[in-house]
C-alpha cells in the first residue's frame, strides 16, 4: 500500500509534502525568495503534525468526492478548508473522523489511523458538524452532559467542565433552557462547546459560521482563534465563506471539485493567485476621453476600460503598485481623483476568479 | 465576546487546582457507550408524550376487558372453585355474551402499536434532529446507538405493560376479591414476558424501518401496513399457499386434509401474532396441551390441568422462535445502519 511507503520514508514524505503544499503548481519554483523558508516550515510538518492525509480519496460510484488530498495541521494552527458546497470539504472531514471509508490513501489524526482505530480519534477530536442539531426538547446543559457522559467523562468532572464551557462560549444565562428556544447562532455556540467538551487535541468544524448574522460570526471566529491559541489544539474548518474565516486561518487549502487547487498562507495565496498583475478602480473627476488618455500614458499600465454600471469608475489592470503614480499622473494633469482602490488582492476576489478560472469538473488545471 | 480573553486564563487555573481534578477528564473505561444512549433514551420515553397516550389507550381497553370478564368469572366462579385458574382467567377469558374481547387479545392486538410507537422514529428521528453526526461522533461504537436505544424501548415497554397487568389485578382484587396463588403469579409474569418479547420483535422491526426509511412518517407508515397486513391477512394467505402447495380435493382423505391443515399451521408460525397467542394459550390456560391439530382419536377423555412448567415448557419453542425473529429483524437492523454513511 501506498501509505506504507510514506510512513516509511521521512524524507519521501517531506517532498511529498512539498508537492502537496504548492497544489502541485508549476509556478512554485518561480519563487527562489521563498522556498528555503517554506521548506524548512514543511520539514517540521511532516513529523509534527496532528492531521495528515495522503492520497485521500473517496469515490461514490463514479463521482470522485475527494481526489488524491494531501492535507497537514499542526497543533495550535486554524487551517481553512475552503471551497464551494459539494467541493468535497465534509466528506474529507467525515473520513479524517473515520465516519468514512476512504477509497484509498491514508489518514492520521492526532497519531491514529481513523479507518483503524475510529474510537481512539474520536476520543481526540471534537466535531461540530454542518448544520448542528441538538436535542430540542433538552437543555443545553443536558446536551452537553450527554457527550460529556459519551466521552466517558466521570460524573465528578462534567459540572465543572460545563459550567466553563457554557461560560466561556457565552451560554451560561441559557444554560438551563430548551435548545429548541436556542436562536441559530446560540446553536452554534452550545456546538462549539460541545465539540471542546472532550477536550480535544483536535477540533473539526463543519462550516461554523454558516447561517449566522454578522456579529454571531465575530463571536464564533473569536472562539475559535481562542481555542488554537489557548489550548494549542488544531483547528480544521471547512466554509464557503472566504472572507469569513481569512481573519482566523493560520493556513487555508482551496478546494474545488475534490481536489486542492492551492494551500498556503493567506498571503501567499494572495501572492500565488494574483500574480504579477494587479486591478485597480480609479475614480476621477474630468473629461474621460483625458482621463483615459491620462492613464494610458503611465508607464506599466497594460489596459484602461470603463466601469460598465458606473461610467465615472475606470477600471486598470498593469502591474504592482501603480497607485502613487496614477495618484500622481491624474492630479498633475489637472484631474481630480476621489477614489483609487486595488481590487483583486482580497480573497475573496481571488477565491471568485480561482473559480472562474478552474470551476468543478475541469480537469486541465492544477 | 470582549470578555473571552478573560474567563480563559480564570477557567485554565481552575482546572490546574486539585479540587477540579487533572487538566485531562477522568474517563470510564470504554465499552459502555450504549448504556448512556439506553439512559437518555429511557428518560425520554418516560417523559414522552407517547408514553402517557399507550398507557391510556392501553389502560382503558384493559379496564373494559377485565370489567367485562369480571361478570362473567363471578357467574362461574362457583363451578370453577377450587381450581387454581380463577386469576389467569381474567386474563384469557371473555363472557360470550360480551362484545369486548378478552385482555389477552386486545393485548395482542395493541402490544404491536406499543413496539412501533418507541421505534419508528429512533434512528430517522437523530437524522432529522441533525444529532446523528453529532451522535457517531463521539468515541462510540456504532452498533451503541441501535444496542441503547433497542433497551431503553424494551424497557419503556416492559413499564407500560407490567403498570397495565398491575392495574388490571389490582382492578380484580377490588371487584372479585381474587388473591392470586403462586401459580397464577408465575403464569402471568412468564405471560408478561413473552409480551415484552413479542412487543420487543415490533420495536426491532420498527427500528429497521427507522433505518432503513428516511423520514419518520414513513417509517411509522411502513410498520403499521406490515403489522395490519400480518394481523388481520397472515390467515388468509397462508391458506391459500398452503391450498397450492398441499391441495385438498373434493375427495380428500384424511390424511390430506391434515397435511393441508399442518402445512397451514407451520406457515401462519411464521406470523409473530400466531406465536404470541400459541404461547399465550400455553401459558394463561392451564388445559391448554396442544395448539397443533388434534384428532378426536388424541384427545383427552378428560381435560387435565398442567402445573406451571409444563406449560412453560410447552410454551418454550415458541418463545424461541419470537426471539429468533427479533434477532433477525435487529440484525438486519444493525447491518443497514453500519453500512449507512453518516450524511443523510
Redesign the interface.
Known sequence: MRAKAIRGDRGERAERAQRADGGGRPDDDGRPERTPHQRSEREVDATASVIRARGLTKRYGDVLAVDHLNLDVRPGEVFGLLGPNGAGKTTTILMLLGLSEPTDGHAEVAGFDPTRDPLEVKRRVGYMPDDVGFYGALTGRQNLRYTARLNGIDRRDVEGRLDALLEQVGLRDVADRAVETYSRGMRQRLGLADALVKDPSVVVLDEPTTAIDPAGVAEVLDLIASIARDRGAAVLLSSHLLHQVQQVCDRVAVFVGGRVVAQGTMRRLAEQMGGESLQMEVGAQGAPEEVEAALRSIDGVREVERDPHDTRLWRVAGARNLQPRLAGELSARGIGVWHLRRIGDDLDEIYMRYFAKEGPGDDSAA | ?TA??E??PA??N??SEPS??P????????G??WR??A??EFG?HI?SVRLFILIAVLGLAAVAAVYSTTAYVRDNAQQAAGSTGLFVLLFSASSPSSQIPPFTTLVALLGPLLGIAFGFDAINGERS???L?????????RDDVINGKFAAGLAAIALVLVAIVVLVSGFAFYQLGIVPGPDDIARVAAWVVATVIYVGFWLAFAMLCSVVMRRAATSALAAIAVWLVVTLFASLLTGIVADALSPVPADATLDQQVANAQLNLDLSRISPGELYSEATAYLLDPTTQSVGIILPSQQPAAPSILPFEQSLLLAWPQGVALIALTVVCFGAAYVVFMRQ???A
Open positions: 465576546m473571552q480573553p474567563t480563559l477557567r485554565r481552575e482546572r477540579h481534578g487538566a485531562t477528564p477522568r474517563r470510564r473505561s470504554p459502555g457507550g448512556v444512549i439512559d437518555k425520554d417523559l434532529e441533525r444529532t453526526p453529532r451522535l457517531v461522533a463521539q468515541p462510540i461504537h454513511e453518516v450524511r
